[in-house]
């Protein structure tokens, strides 16, 4: 068997799909994609299905390299620790079984267990992740991929032990060495040698390393987005530490990008604190203040609940410095609080204890916060001063430090404040301390409640509602529910909203949430109850206060209950809401089926991203599919599905409004059509001879619709170097039509043109000679 990781891959895809097992053939094909270029939404939709048919079909090799990816996402586009750690032990036991151990991927399982390690406290694992690394290293070819990977997660343990000397001397003999063996290193190799070069004060040097890691890339390859992310937020820290501060402006990404990508957090922060050291903020809406504190904070907390104390500690040490320079006393010595408890989890603190010791120093130099009224009065008047959630929290823990009486009466706002500031861990423990105290305290349960939902801290709600459940059941099941939708645990959702129900029948906010439940699940009949039960239940409006709003019918109620009355073709309750709402509808009775606009019906594809499908819309929740599909989206041509009634895409005040289409998401599939889609091919006829062919196929029914762009061109038989402009479009089928009369209605439009189109897939389906069609696809190389 090949140690070629990519040939096998390229084997095992084409067995997959011979075999019919298309779906675990394109897992295997993209998940590599995925993880390397952090999407995360589309890896986590594609991994459950593929690993579940490879244990299915009992592929061992296969659940590795599944496996192995998902790891590598986790571990380094996300940035877990120990919240990978139990995966990590399980995947490195598997990977080494009889039946595995010949895998091309299982030694690439070893690199995943120590960079596991090396979240968790890299200094602190240093002889166990060197040990393993260099017996793996022994048997390892160095004209392998996984010799690269493998001697840089070596060289990154030799800087955890800071031997930055050291890690730079073993990429130079691992480079020598992948080069003798007739391969080039890897871009990453430069980001390592680079990062070596930082951590050694040797800035102008990791600025060449970065060009010349760059330039031998493109010459074989080219950079995908990932890679730009990377080498910019590489270079900022570089020319930061320069003093360069406008190039270094010039290249960092910008926040909300490092919000999306953990792996470039660690550089952007450090990139940050150097410009703000040199006094090159604020700069284009970027500055020190509370909001790029708050930001930073949630990525402190991230890293904490993902389990990666040490890169956490790291990171906190950051925002704290940069809090200190600020004058944010109390966030800074919140931060500091953070990082004693950090410390206390690692195996080794030389290096970074005294650097937190001095955080903390810092902190407590600056000036306590003088509060300019009594305890009771200070929340109303830090409110009329509009002052930041940072000085407010100043003054709250001044206040609070005079006297237990005002802590207790502040602390919901001090609570509000660490939370408003990206610290939701300090805020619930600060909540949870006063609720134990006084467990029928509503305010400060459901204000915990929210913070835990946010901070998706599932072992703090289970705490929570257990506390709650003998005195207040309703709220403790309401949290539950919460929770449970939180994480789209929808049945669970419905069972803690029945509890709530029979405690409270009038809770209509519990009925709203299980409607919501009912409709995930596809229980449109059950939505639709919920909401006439909520009409049943609601107050009218002339008897609420403004603090009571959410008891009264609100519109969007309206509109959801139309959505699920279409789904459950209850025409007449689609009328007579649509009536409450102010719609007009062509028939007084019957199907709403009319024609409205074009709209844009968001679905998923079978690999879980999504797609953006042109539609016209037919009634209030309901839309008519215009393309031709392939397989990899659950519908095709002339479908009508029920979409939810969020706009999911603001209209633009300016350029743009008149061909502005509101995006819905789809909800179901209403009324399918029934089209089978086939694949036209070939040289591009002209746009006469091609709106001719579309309006003729038209009218007998069947859809056409082009996928290639201007860029598609084939092969000029006639031996013109620069190809002919080319056509790819997917045909739809109507029910009525055979696949016979498909072939033989194409052949008749199009048989006459210069250069013929092929349909290979329809013309087998038909039974029909397909000798025409593979001609076809040899003289045009299709």
Not at 122 to 151: H, I, K, M, N, Q
Not at 351 to 373: H, K, N, Q, T
Not at 681 to 710: H, I, K, M, T
Request: proline content about 5%; some cysteine; overall charge negative.
């Amino acid at each position: 068997m090949s140690t070629d990781i990519w040939a096998w891959v390229r084997d095992t895809h084409e067995q997959l799909a011979e075999a019919g097992h298309h779906r675990l053939a394109t897992a295997l094909v993209e998940i590599a994609g995925h993880a390397i270029e952090g999407r995360n939404e589309q890896l986590d939709a594609m991994y459950p299905e593929a690993l579940a048919s490879a244990r299915a079909l009992g592929l061992p090799w296969v659940e590795v390299f599944l496996r192995h990816w998902r790891m590598q996402n986790l571990l380094n586009k996300r940035h877990q620790g120990e919240a990978a750690m139990a995966e990590a032990v399980d995947l490195l036991e598997f990977a080494h079984r009889e039946e595995t151990a010949s895998c091309p991927q299982s030694v690439c399982v070893v690199q995943d267990f120590t960079i596991c390690h090396g979240n968790i406290d890299g200094p602190g694992y240093v002889p166990e992740r060197l040990a393993v690394l260099e017996e793996t290293l022994e048997r390892v070819d160095p004209a392998r991929a996984c010799f690269d990977c493998l001697s840089r997660e070596y060289a990154d343990t030799l800087e955890d032990d800071g031997r930055s000397e050291d890690a730079l001397a073993h990429l130079d003999r691992a480079q020598a060495r992948i080069q003798a063996a007739g391969e080039s290193v890897s871009l990453a190799c430069g980001h390592g040698r680079a990062g070596a070069l930082v951590r050694l004060g040797r800035h102008q040097e990791a600025l060449d390393v970065y060009d010349t890691a760059e330039r031998a890339y493109t010459a074989r390859h080219e950079l995908d987005d990932d890679d730009r992310r990377k080498l910019a937020a590489g270079r900022a820290v570089a020319l930061a530490a320069l003093g360069r501060t406008d190039e270094a402006l010039g290249l960092l990404p910008d926040a909300d990008e490092a919000d999306r990508y953990p792996d470039i957090r660690m550089r952007w922060a450090t990139a940050v604190e150097s410009l703000a050291g040199a006094g090159a903020l604020p700069h284009g809406g970027l500055d020190n203040d509370a909001a790029l504190g708050a930001r930073l904070a949630r990525w402190v907390g991230y890293l904490d609940t993902a389990g990666s104390h040490r890169p956490c500690l790291d990171l906190l040490l950051i925002v704290g410095r940069l809090a200190v320079a600020r004058g944010a006393r109390t966030v800074a010595l919140t931060l500091a609080d953070t990082g004693d408890r950090k410390l206390a989890v690692l195996r080794r603190t030389d290096g970074v204890a005294d650097r937190l010791a001095a955080l903390r120093a810092a902190a407590e130099a600056l000036p306590p916060a003088e509060p300019p009224v009594p305890a009771d009065e200070l929340p109303a008047w830090l409110g009329e001063q509009q002052v930041s959630y940072e000085t407010a929290l100043d003054h709250f823990a001044a206040a609070g430090a005079a006297s237990p009486q005002a802590a207790a009466l502040l602390a919901l706002h001090t609570a509000r404040a660490l939370d408003a500031l990206g610290d939701p861990r300090a805020a619930a423990d600060l909540l949870r301390g006063r609720l134990e105290a006084d467990p029928s305290d509503r305010d400060t349960a459901g204000m915990l409640a929210e913070v835990l939902i946010e901070a998706e801290d599932g072992d703090g709600i289970r705490r929570l509602t257990e506390l709650l459940l003998p005195a207040n059941p309703a709220q403790a099941h309401w949290i539950r529910a919460r929770w449970a939708a939180a994480e789209g645990r929808w049945e669970e959702v419905g069972e803690h909203a029945d509890a709530v129900l029979a405690h409270d029948p009038d809770a209509l906010n519990t009925r709203r949430l299980a409607a919501t439940a009912a409709t995930r699940l596809g229980d449109h009949a059950r939505a639709q109850q919920l909401y006439q039960d909520l009409l049943e239940h609601a107050l009218p409006a002339a008897d609420t206060g403004p603090d009571e709003q959410h008891r009264t019918v609100q519109e969007p109620d309206l509109w959801h209950l139309i959505t699920a009355a279409t789904a459950n073709r209850d025409w007449a309750v689609v009328r007579s809401t649509g009536a409450r709402i102010g719609i007009e509808f062509d028939e007084p009775d019957g199907p709403v089926d009319e024609e409205w606009q074009m709209v844009t019906v968001r679905s998923t594809r079978s690999n879980g991203a999504t797609v953006d499908l042109p539609a016209v819309r037919t009634g209030p929740a309901t839309a008519r599919i215009l393309p031709v599909l392939g397989d990899d989206v659950a519908l095709n041509h002339r479908d009508v599905v029920v979409f939810g009634p969020a706009v999911l895409n603001e209209r633009p005040e300016e350029g743009g409004a008149d061909t502005w289409r509101p995006v819905f998401r789809q909800l179901a599939l209403l009324d399918p059509a029934g089209y089978t889609t086939h694949w036209v091919d070939g040289a591009w006829p002209g746009d006469e001879a091609w709106v001719a062919l579309r309006e003729a196929l038209a009218a007998e029914g069947y859809g056409l619709w082009a996928y290639s762009g201007d860029h598609y061109r084939v092969t000029d038989p006639a031996g013109g170097t620069d190809g002919l402009p080319g056509i790819y479009a997917a045909l739809g089928v109507p029910p009525t039509a055979a696949t016979a009369e498909a072939d033989a209605l194409l052949l008749r439009l199009t048989g006459a043109w210069t250069h013929p189109l092929s349909w290979l897939d329809l013309a087998e389906a038909a039974g029909a000679d397909t000798a025409r069609h593979q001609g076809i696809v040899e003289r045009y190389g299709l």
